[in-house]
Every structure is written in structure tokens, then in C-alpha cells.
């Protein structure tokens, strides 16, 4: 795919194994400057150094406006840079003495502007610029070397770099922080070994949310899927079809705060004359109402249709596209064979919405464990209703609790750890089917 | 909802159209029986009450709220917009719902476009240039994607207000941001990053679909990748980055977790907001209903006006967060 430089033959001269030295060198040289960056002694009360324009200055300039000002310029000032990458992209790799400098430039200037942006420690500014020199210095080589021509090396990784950043900083180091923080206590200095799982299983809060959380994973995806398929396949060909479906659908554009509420109004518990409609009915009947959030065996579970109300819209949508999508030869056969409906429905339907159906399961069942706004909007967790996604954040928020909260966070990622490497998997079988 | 009913329609357009209405007829006859109606109907009854109680009575007065429930408003109709100006203009310590209304616009709008640019460019090069180790890295971009929010809540959060302290040696400062009248940059940030695995997955699903020759014409016509990217991938793969961008609109619009944690006080969106008052209000339904409504009506008018761009990000993109 690249483009071919004519320089590719002259530069055959230099054989291989030099570059790959050459290469080692440079990165030995990066590894090295950082060990000795972060051995040094501490120095407190350093001041950070800036070229007089920095990350931290545009965000102060920008936090400083209206917010309805601050959109348009923020959409500016980022298309202004994806520019600058795509002019990059399209002229780096030609060939020439220009487009050689051009090259030359950007390796070097772009790993020290962005470093300087974020404004070193004034100690640790001559470390973080050799650092950014010899990155530039090793892409630089490591480009002009490349198999492939000149300009390859450099397109791919300015490709890449934004995305590769915005995952390595904002998603892969913070969760291998959290794993590691697991085992330190709330001020995060001392090592307590194994200590906050204990507690995550032994203390009521750490306890019920483990249990309620399983309790959500299992129950959740299976009342989902069962009204979403059922509701499917009576409304399928039927009359208002597609009115039948925006009502149950229409949940799911909701917010969970905003379900919270309208739920919050129907659990509604009162002296008197009951407004909320499910004590109205309990009353109607004759019965005496209910406080049904503050009762700790019912409050998971009025919480838990909560989320399936919300997440029924979506199993139906996904199944109601399924089922249209089995043959109806296959149907006509069955039929033809004296098969009822539901026998068509069992036998010819679930088997060829097989795979849809275990789509809407992993997805809800992963919705379920990670679900923290329900519960923050309808109990705060109060009377044993909280959830590993919910308690996490609590313990952080009211108690300053690190050590406990990532604890929770971790046991949180083993409940999904199953269930990833089960999409893994599958995405693999389907890329091996294309 | 047509988009989802296109394999339908078009196994059924290789049919005879008179077939096709004596099948429909038949299937009608057999699978909808007058009992699966009826339990469909209920269901959908049961689906919807909910809503519309809250509805009704976000246009009752206070007074009538309070004391009687809202299905009595049939025998007893009074109806007011008062409690929507109230909701609005009510506020907690720092912020009135309207003015979250704005900071919420503020915060979703380069909150999407920002995960867009940067995912679209790291699909392509995933999808058209070739590296080593190429499928192994998209491997790990999809799995990372399921990683829960939760696990990366904090440490990025001190990241950002405290900077980067390796063994004890601080190299970069956090962001000083705290006396800015309403910064949303690291809630910007925060929601590029979670939108990142699954961003990147859709596009490249859907741009590694795009013909070869096509590129390869435009290569042999003298463009570089910038110029394939700019003028043929990104109009070409329209559909599937709008399709992503309601989606994660909608995402970020009704966030309350990312808000909680990276949001200063004065930059809270609506769903931060109204949960606080949510508590304050209390038993004043006529406040929480008109709040609720005016936190729902954004999702509502992107949902029914583009409701098949709609279904397309949802089911493609359902295992976010």
C-alpha cells in the first residue's frame, strides 16, 4: 500500500542488522533516561515549565466562557488538529528532499510540543525532552527504514497515536492501577495484601453488593429476553406493528436517571390516600401499602424492573429483526409437516434466532453488572440494595475509601472477565467464517 | 424501524407479490391468534403506563399532585405549564436545571465529535494498512471495550487533578482548573476515552467493508492515505459514523457516572443535576415530573426523528459502558 521511494535501492546499502542496533540503541536510551528521571531523589515545590501555551492554559482560557460559546471553539480548535494530521499523512510519505525534512520536522518538533504542552516539572523537564528527542529520533529512523519506503512507519503511527494515547492513559493504565491499588489500604501507601476482598465479602455493604449484583446478572437478562422475544413474535405481521414496538421501545431512549424518576413515582409510599400507582392498586385491592424501596428483600427486585423495563425495548428490537430473518421456506415446511404454532415457533424459530438470542443475553448480562444510576437515583443503596457497580463509586465518593473501592471495581471486572473473553472467542469464529 | 426489516423485505420482493399477501394472510391467521394480540397488548399497556402517569402529571397543579393520584385527572381535568418553569428555574446550591440543560449540550456535543475524529482515523489505518501484529492489536481494542467504566473511574480522575508521579517523582502536573468558571475539558476527555474501543469497532467494521478498488483507484490516481481518508472514507462510511454519533449522544446525554466523577460542581450536565434536586424535591412530584420531562425530551426528539439511525447505532453498539 505504500508508496514507493525511489531512494529504496541506494538505502539497501546499509544492511539490516545496523538498523535494528541503531534502533536498540534508541530505545535503550529512552528506558535509561526514564529510570533515571524517576530514581532521582524527590524535590518538592517544583514549578512546571511551559513554552507560555500549554494544554492546561487553552482549557483555563476555554473554561473561562459561556459553555454554549465554548462548543464552537472547542470544535475548531480539535478539527485544527485532525487537519494538521491528515496534511501529514498525505505529504509525509512522498518522496523528495521537501517532503525528507517535512519528515525530519514533525518527528522531532511533535513529541516535544507534546510533552511541553503538558507543562514538565521543571526537575524533570530535561529528562522529558531527551526522552520526546530520542522517540523522534527512533521514528525517524526506524520510518526511513522501513520495508516498506520511507513515510510507512510514520503515516501508521500518526494514524494510530491519538487513539493508542487516548487508550493507554485513559483505559489500560487506570484499570491496572485499580488492580494494583486493590491491595493497598484507603490512603493507597500501605500494602494489605488481600485484605479489601475480605472485607469486599465480609462487611454487610461489600457483601450485598456481590450478592445483589449476581442477583441483577441472573435474573435481568432472563425476564429480558423472555418478554422481548415473547412480545416479538405476537406483534410479528400483526396489526400496528411498528406503533406496538416504539412503546416498548421508547424506554430505551430514556435515561436511567429519568426512569429512575418515573419509576420512583409508581413505587411511590405514603399515610393516606396513595398517588403512586402500584400502592393504589395494592390499597384497591384491599390490601395495606407498601414501602416498597425501603424493604429489604422486595427493593432489588422493584429496582431490577426498573432495568428491565428499559432493556426489554432492546431485546425485542433485536429478536423482532431475527425472527423476520428466518426463511419462511423453512416455516412453510414445518407447517406443511402438521407442526402447530408453537411447534414451528420451537422447533424451526428459536433454533434460527440462536445466535441473536445470545447476543441480547451477553449484552444485557454485561448492562446489568456494570449498572450504577438506577440505584444511585432510586435508593443510593440504602437497605441492602446496593451493587458492585454503585457501592465502588459510593465507597470512593462518601468514604475516600481507595483501597475498598477498587477491591469492588476488580471483583466487578472478574464478573465480566467470563463473558469477554466469550465475545473474543466469538468475534474470532466470525472473522475465520469471513 | 425500516432498516431492520430489510432482509425481510427483500427475501420478499423475490417472490410473486401474490404470494407474498396469501403467505401474510396465512401467517397472520395462524401465528397472531386473538389471545397473543391481547397479551401483546397488555404488555405494551404495562410498558407505557409508567411514562405517561409521570406525564400527566408534570401538568398538574402542586396542590391536585399531591393529594390525589394522577388517574383521577380524567374525572377531574385542571392542567398548568407553571411547574415547568419551576422545575427550570429552581436550583440546587450552584446550578438550576436550565442552566444544566446548556452544560449538558456543551458536554455532548464535542464529547461525541471528538471520539469520532480520533477513532475514525485509527480504523482506517486498521483497516488499510497493513503491520504487523495488526489483529492482535484489534483484538485487544475490542476486548478493552468491555472493560468496565468503573475499573478506570479514579485513577484517570488522578491523573487528571494530580498529574503523573512515577516512584515518587512528579513528572507532569495536573490540570489547574479549578477556578474556571465552567470547564467540561476533562468530562470531554473521560467520555473520548470510554467511547474509544467500541468507536473504533464500529468504523472499522464498517470501513474494512468499503471495496479495495476503490482505494486502490484513488492511489493510482496520485492520493495519499490523507487524501483517501478525507474525501473517500469519511463520506462513504457516513452512515455507519452517524449511526455511532446518535448513538453516543445519546450515551453521554444520559451519563450520570462520568459526570459524578469528572465533573466540577459548575459544570454539572441535567442527569447530575436533576438527581440532586431529585432529592431535595422529595414528595413534590410536580417538580421531579417536569424535571424528569425536560431531561427525557432531548433523547425523546432524537429518538423519533431519527429513530432508524437510531436502532442501528443500538444494535451495533449495546455493550458500551
Known amino acids: 500500500m505504500a508508496v514507493v521511494s525511489p531512494g529504496v535501492t541506494r538505502r539497501r546499502r546499509i544492511p539490516r542488522s545496523v538498523t535494528g542496533a541503531i534502533v536498540a540503541v534508541a530505545a535503550i536510551g529512552i528506558v535509561a533516561l526514564f529510570l533515571v528521571l524517576v530514581t532521582r531523589p524527590a524535590t518538592t515545590g517544583a514549578v512546571p515549565t511551559s513554552l507560555g501555551f500549554s494544554l492546561n492554559s487553552f482549557f483555563r482560557f476555554l473554561g473561562g466562557l459561556h459553555p454554549l460559546v465554548q462548543i464552537p471553539i472547542m470544535v475548531v480548535a480539535f478539527a485544527a488538529v485532525v487537519a494538521i494530521i491528515l496534511v501529514l499523512i498525505e505529504f509525509a510519505p512522498r518522496p523528495g528532499r521537501g517532503y525528507f525534512v517535512l519528515r525530519l520536522a514533525a518527528c522531532f518538533l511533535i513529541p516535544v510540543l507534546a510533552f511541553m504542552m503538558l507543562r514538565p516539572l521543571q526537575n524533570a523537564t530535561l529528562y522529558v525532552v531527551g526522552i520526546a528527542l530520542l522517540a523522534g529520533a527512533l521514528l525517524f529512523f526506524a520510518d526511513y527504514r522501513a520495508r516498506e519506503g520511507s513515510g510507512y512507519v510514520f503515516q501508521l503511527v500518526i494514524f494510530l497515536a491519538p487513539a493508542a494515547l487516548l487508550l493507554i492513559l485513559g483505559l489500560v493504565y487506570p484499570a491496572l492501577s485499580t488492580i494494583w491499588q486493590s491491595f493497598f489500604d484507603k490512603t493507597g501507601k500501605t500494602f494489605v495484601g488481600l485484605e479489601n476482598y475480605a472485607w469486599t465479602f465480609t462487611n454487610p455493604d461489600g457483601f450485598w453488593s456481590v450478592i445483589n449484583t449476581l442477583i441483577w446478572a441472573l435474573v435481568a437478562p432472563v425476564i429480558s429476553t423472555v418478554i422481548g422475544l415473547v412480545y416479538a413474535v405476537f406483534i410479528d405481521k400483526a396489526r400496528g406493528e411498528k406503533f406496538l414496538k416504539v412503546l416498548v421501545f421508547m424506554p430505551v431512549a430514556i435515561s436511567f436517571v429519568g426512569a429512575g424518576i418515573i419509576w420512583k413515582f409508581v413505587y411511590d409510599y405514603r399515610e393516606g390516600s396513595q398517588i403512586g400507582l402500584l400502592n393504589a392498586i395494592v390499597t384497591g385491592l384491599?390490601?395495606?401499602?407498601?414501602?416498597?424501596?425501603?424493604?429489604?428483600?422486595?427493593?432489588?427486585?422493584?429496582?431490577?424492573?426498573?432495568?428491565?423495563?428499559?432493556?426489554?425495548g432492546f431485546a425485542m428490537v433485536i429478536l423482532s429483526a431475527a425472527i423476520k430473518g428466518v426463511p419462511t421456506e423453512q416455516i412453510e415446511a414445518a407447517r406443511l409437516d402438521g407442526a402447530n404454532a408453537w411447534e414451528v415457533f420451537r422447533n424451526v424459530t428459536v433454533p434460527g434466532i440462536r445466535s441473536s438470542v445470545i447476543v441480547v443475553l451477553t449484552t444485557i448480562t454485561i448492562a446489568s453488572l456494570k449498572v450504577y444510576d438506577i440505584v444511585a437515583v432510586m435508593t443510593g443503596g440504602r437497605n441492602n440494595s446496593t451493587v458492585l457497580g454503585f457501592e465502588m463509586v459510593n465507597q470512593q465518593q462518601r468514604f475516600q475509601s481507595y483501597g475498598h473501592s477498587s477491591a469492588l471495581a476488580v471483583v466487578l471486572f472478574l464478573f465480566v472477565l467470563p463473558l469477554i473473553i466469550y465475545n473474543v472467542r466469538q468475534m474470532r469464529k466470525q472473522k475465520e467464517v469471513r | 424501524m425500516t432498516a431492520i426489516d430489510e432482509p425481510g423485505i427483500r427475501r420478499a420482493t423475490a417472490l410473486s407479490e401474490r404470494e407474498v399477501k396469501r403467505q401474510e394472510r396465512e401467517a397472520r391467521n395462524k401465528l397472531t391468534s386473538k389471545g397473543a394480540t391481547i397479551a401483546a397488548i397488555v404488555i405494551a399497556i404495562i410498558w407505557t403506563i409508567p411514562t405517561f402517569g409521570l406525564f400527566v402529571t408534570s401538568f398538574r397543579p402542586g396542590a391536585d399532585s399531591s393529594s390525589s393520584g394522577w388517574w383521577t385527572v380524567f374525572t377531574n381535568p385542571s392542567f398548568t405549564l407553571d411547574n415547568y418553569f419551576s422545575a427550570l428555574t429552581s436550583g440546587g446550591t450552584a446550578l438550576t436545571l436550565g442552566q444544566s440543560f446548556i452544560n449538558s449540550l456543551a458536554i455532548a456535543i464535542p464529547?461525541?465529535?471528538?471520539?469520532?475524529?480520533?477513532?475514525?482515523?485509527?480504523?482506517?489505518?486498521?483497516?488499510?494498512?497493513?503491520?504487523?501484529?495488526?489483529?492482535?492489536?484489534?483484538?485487544a481494542v475490542f476486548a478493552l471495550q468491555i472493560v468496565p467504566i468503573q475499573m478506570a473511574l479514579v485513577p484517570l480522575l488522578s491523573l487528571f487533578s494530580r498529574g503523573l508521579t512515577i516512584n515518587g517523582v512528579s513528572v507532569f502536573p495536573g490540570f489547574d482548573l479549578r477556578d474556571a468558571d465552567h470547564s467540561f475539558a476533562t468530562v470531554w476527555i473521560a467520555h473520548a476515552v470510554f467511547a474509544m474501543p467500541l468507536a473504533i469497532f464500529l468504523l472499522h467494521n464498517f470501513i474494512s467493508e468499503i471495496p479495495g478498488e476503490i482505494i486502490e483507484a484513488a492511489r493510482v490516481d496520485g492520493a495519499g492515505h490523507g487524501q483517501i481518508f478525507f474525501r473517500l472514507i469519511l463520506p462513504l462510511a457516513m452512515p455507519a459514523i452517524a449511526s455511532f454519533a446518535i448513538f453516543q449522544f445519546l450515551w453521554v446525554w444520559n451519563d450520570l457516572l462520568v459526570a459524578t466523577i469528572f465533573a466540577p460542581s459548575s459544570s454539572l450536565p441535567l442527569t447530575q443535576t436533576l438527581n440532586s434536586l431529585s432529592g431535595s424535591w422529595g414528595a413534590q412530584w410536580y417538580l421531579q415530573s417536569a424535571g424528569a420531562f425536560i431531561s427525557i425530551i432531548v433523547p425523546l426528539v432524537v429518538f423519533f426523528s431519527l429513530q432508524r439511525f437510531f436502532v442501528r447505532g443500538l444494535l451495533a453498539g449495546a455493550t458500551k459502558g
Not at chain 1, 407498601?290 to 431490577?304: A, G, I, M, P, Q
Request: glycine content about 6%; some cysteine; hydrophobic content about 60%.
Open chain 1, 286 to 312: 384491599g390490601g395495606q401499602p407498601v414501602s416498597w424501596l425501603s424493604n429489604e428483600v422486595l427493593n432489588t427486585f422493584c429496582l431490577l424492573l426498573v432495568f428491565i423495563w428499559t432493556q426489554t
Open chain 2, 111 to 139: 464529547a461525541t465529535l471528538i471520539p469520532i475524529a480520533v477513532a475514525s482515523l485509527a480504523a482506517y489505518a486498521f483497516a488499510w494498512i497493513p503491520f504487523k501484529g495488526r489483529s492482535i492489536a484489534f483484538v
